[in-house]
């Protein structure tokens, strides 16, 4: 499969999955060039999307950078994966970091504030979703997801 294919197909999966959770998604297209994001759908995130088995992280977010300043469409985030493994998301620490207290909706605070919190919303998905998060082993092995 081309490179190209393989970055299609990777649009239309995360595309599928994104709109499974609510979320109204539109692609870029193969045909664009650039000259629109490769998705669209989540206010306030720019969406690169890299489905390849080597990602050199460092190029994929600099382009993610540039691009987010060029379309002015959000925090610029890298999703990607590669075969059979789970999706991932790239950003910078720091827009993670302000979106995180933007959620939390108050000033940062103590781990214990923070576990309090937690508590008080046991329905939470984050809560919901821990379960489901991939065995650690498969990272510690050596394996790059």
Not at 25 to 47: C, K, N, V, Y
Not at 101 to 110: D, F, I
Request: with cysteine; proline share 6%; net charge positive.
């Amino acid at each position: 499969m081309n490179s190209s294919r393989k970055g299609a197909d990777g649009e239309r999966e995360l595309a599928a999955i994104l709109e499974a959770e609510g979320f109204r998604m539109e692609r870029g297209g193969t045909e664009s060039f650039g000259t629109a994001p490769d998705l669209s759908g989540l206010p306030g995130i720019h969406i690169e999307v890299k489905r390849v088995e080597k990602l050199n992280i460092f190029t994929a977010m600099a382009q993610a950078i540039r691009d987010a300043a060029r379309f002015r469409d959000g925090y610029p985030a890298v999703f990607h994966r590669r075969n059979r493994k789970p999706w991932l998301v790239t950003m910078l620490l720091s827009d993670w970091l302000r979106m995180y207290r933007a959620a939390l909706n108050r000033k940062p605070r103590t781990s214990a504030d923070m576990s309090k919190r937690l508590e008080l919303c046991p329905n939470s998905s984050m809560l919901a979703n821990l379960e489901k998060l991939p065995n650690i082993g498969e990272f510690e092995k050596g394996e790059q997801p």
